[in-house]
């Protein structure tokens, strides 16, 4: 049997799956963007030890290695894969809702490191990782991400392709990771309604599963090929209105971390978009010589996803801030830097009667653009009846408003001073040089 283009059809969609990844040129553009993308999950990891959830996952761990053996490298991807999805900071593909840089990099750092693999290796490995993860993202289709955290549920088979590149899987075994991969799918949003941990275990688990999948699969333990389109597969499951063909579609593409998304503020991605116009308002408020005081009413227009997952008009912890649109129009509005103190205590008393102003709703064209552009705009109506309006049809670190390469080292280093390490500098150097190195540099979590 053949495709449309004439060529044999895959015999499941991880197997094309596997043929696509193995088959696309890697170029030293798309390395230097992978070490890019390390850099920032790597960052986020260590960040995310200075939190509540962090101090719960470093005492865990350390309460369990009373042993003098080293943990296995799916138990430390568990870790820092956990850590890395605490504060908010970590990539998104959009176009698959996916978060894959938290599940892939520490896959593939925690067996680079256990096997000596080359930084070149390694690099090769995250480009797969975040091509598996983003290209089942993308077929999942709306409705799976109204119920199902994707990068949960599409993480483990970005982690697993990133394992079996560098525990090098034949293609057949490539296929068995997946499948087992795939089984292990799952990740709910009902940790939304009381701000409870989860979703950072959701990130950690992925990451588990897919280095458990891979090295299973090295020792001949099989898998289902058609994890995805089977009868009782994934899709069929879990994703009710899902488009397979996507998982195949355009093979021609770049790279898909190459369309992944940086944050520049620590919050839901949902609320970029409103942050981004929120805050070219309050600089022309401040032009102007206005104070915040004379906004009557705040109108924040967006698609329905980020409504689903961040219409929350009262706030009471950092974390339920983190996925407020109307917390974070105000912070904005108010704060000429949208920063970790932006969701504190303090920063939400103050917030919360311009907050109160702010009503959301869906609509066009950013509902019709989503997911593949991820914007909106807001609104302000002034006592002197008079209006100013600032939109994006795609929010700050998207691809098409990308961070500079300054910027972004900026961000680790402040994401790794706040992780404790005094001189970021070194393993800045490091990480971004991985191209060129023998072996990855040493990384101590705890």
Partial sequence: MNDLSGHPAPASLTAGLTGLIRGKPITSADLDAAAIFTLDAVANSLA???????????????????????????????????????????DLHRESVVHPGCVVVPAAWVLAGTRGATGHAFLGAVLHGFEA?????????????????????????GAAM?????????????V?????????SSGLWQFLETGAMTKHLHAGHAAEAGVNAAELAAFGFTGPPQILEGEKGFFRAACPDADPAAVLRKPEAPWQLVRTSIKPWPSCRHTHPTIDAASELRERLAAGGFAVDVIETIE???????????????????????????????????????DF????????????????????????????????????????????????????????????????????IEKAAMLLRHGGIENPKPLIDAILGLAASAALPDLALV
Avoid at 48 to 73: H, I, K, T, Y
Avoid at 134 to 145: C, E, I, K, N, W
């Fill in 341 to 408: 103190a932006a969701f504190g205590a303090a920063a939400r008393d103050r917030c919360a009667p311009l907050a109160a102003r702010v009503h959301v709703h869906v609509d066009d064209p950013w509902a019709s653009a989503y997911p593949a552009n991820w914007g909106g705009r807001v609104r302000l109506r002034l006592g002197n009846g008079s209006e100013l309006t600032a939109e994006r049809t795609d929010a700050k670190g998207d691809p098409e408003a990308p961070l500079s390469r300054n910027e972004m």
């Fill in 176 to 184: 068995h990771a997946l499948g087992n991969a795939g089984s292990q």
């Fill in 133 to 157: 993860a983003t290209r089942v993202g993308m077929a999942v289709g709306p409705a799976h991400y109204r119920i199902w955290h994707n990068t949960a549920t599409c993480g483990p088979f």
């Fill in 300 to 338: 924040v227009s967006t698609y329905a996803a980020a409504i689903d997952v961040c219409d929350r008009p009262v706030v009471q912890s950092d974390y339920e801030a983190k996925f407020s649109l109307q917390h974070t129009a105000a912070a904005a509005l108010l704060f000429p830097l949208v």
């Fill in 48 to 90: 995310g030890r200075n939190s509540e959830p962090g101090r719960v996952l470093m005492n865990w761990w350390q309460a369990r290695g009373a042993s003098n053996a080293a943990p296995e490298p799916a138990r430390r991807a568990f870790l820092m894969g956990a850590l890395c999805h605490i504060l908010e900071t970590d």
């Fill in 162 to 174: 990133a394992a079996a590149s560098l525990l090098g899987l034949s293609d057949e075994a490539t």
